[in-house]
């Protein structure tokens, strides 16, 4: 299983960007896409999920703010965030829960926001 995140930066705050989690090794197209993100000194937080067919969750984080989505035939995962806000600032990582064998992360792409 691999999970490759990109797209992260550094944006002012009110910007917007989205996030990328290219996936293989696995049945993309079986699995729930969750994103979370960890800021420094914080417990790792639920943002938001893209099941296979493309329904969405969301977290009462970024709720209202962001739009997860996924290309099963590209075999990757989106997360757009809009509106950010300092306290935004954080690693944004996505992940499969795969039964027997728990969770499989990707390594994390960093989100700066300034104000």
């Known amino acids: 299983v691999q999970l490759v995140e990109s797209g992260g930066g550094l944006v002012k705050s009110g910007g917007s960007l989205t996030l990328s989690c290219a996936a293989s090794?696995?049945?993309?197209?079986?699995?729930?896409i969750d994103w979370h993100r960890q800021a420094p000194d914080n417990v790792r937080e639920e943002v938001a999920t893209?099941?296979?067919?493309?329904?969405?969750s969301y977290a009462e984080s970024m709720k209202g703010r962001v739009t997860v989505s996924r290309d099963n035939d590209k075999r990757v995962a989106y997360l757009q965030m809009n509106n950010l806000k300092v306290e935004d600032t954080a690693v944004y990582y996505c992940?499969?829960?795969?039964?027997?064998?728990?969770?499989?992360w990707g390594q994390g792409t960093q989100v700066t926001v300034s104000s």
């Open positions: 090794g696995f049945l993309f197209g079986n699995y729930d």
């Open positions: 992940s499969i829960d795969r039964p027997w064998f728990g969770r499989a």
């Open positions: 893209v099941a296979p067919g493309g329904t969405p």
